[in-house]
Each structure stands twice: as C-alpha cells, then as structure tokens.
C-alpha cells in the first residue's frame, strides 16, 4: 500500500508563491508517474501538473508558466512550486501515484490552498 503525504498548503496572498511536497511512503522511482491535481470547492477535480518516472513534466494550460513539478527520487517526494497565485487557484491540491507496471493509481488526503487578500 502506498501513502502519499502532502504539505505545504496555507493562506497566501494573491502575487504570493507556495512549494507543496508531497511524501511517498515507497521508493518512486522508476516505475511510479506523479501527479498534482486539485479541485475547488464545487468543482471536478482537475489536473495541474504531471511528472514521469524519467523526469518529463507537463502542465494544465490554466497554470503553465506559473507552476514548477518536480520530483526528488532519493527522498521520494514530489513537489509543486506556485508562483503567482491567483484567487482561482484556491482549492485542496492532491497528490497521485500511478504505478505505471501494474496500472494503480493511490492518493493523498490533500492540502488547502487558499490564496485572498
């Protein structure tokens, strides 16, 4: 079983920047795609932001330019570098492991990210 853990969320003023990071409790490297999504109140939730086993990473249109993935396969974390934050960033932002070999998908509990003046 996998535990993914993340942290870093917190009230942020618009402008403002936030690096979220994201604990596997397994080695991720290799096999595992990470991933942020995150879903505002009322809404779907939706991608922000993946990372492959090798490094490649890609970003939803509405935060390009603005969010930096990255990952940390030594200490099996992942993280989301915000910058720029705007009101409709606000939402709870949640980590995804997707075992690429056997096509398993585990999340994390999520962190708020609430960004006002």
């Known amino acids: 079983q996998v535990q993914l853990v993340e942290s870093g969320g917190g009230l942020v003023q618009p402008g403002g920047s936030l690096r979220l990071s994201c604990a596997a409790s397994?080695?991720?490297?290799?096999?595992?795609?990470m991933s942020w999504y995150r879903q505002a109140p009322g809404q779907e939730r939706e991608l922000v932001a993946f990372?492959?086993?090798?490094?490649?990473?890609n970003y939803a249109d509405s935060v390009k330019d603005r969010v930096t993935i990255s990952r940390d396969n030594a200490k099996n974390t992942v993280y989301l570098q915000m910058n720029s934050l705007k009101s409709e960033d606000t939402a709870v932002y949640y980590c995804?492991?997707?075992?690429?070999?056997?096509?398993?998908?585990?999340w994390g509990k999520g962190t708020l990210v609430t960004v006002s003046s």
């Open positions: 397994v080695r991720i490297s290799n096999i595992y795609r």
């Open positions: 995804k492991a997707r075992n690429m070999f056997y096509g398993m998908d585990y």
């Open positions: 990372i492959t086993s090798a490094g490649s990473p």
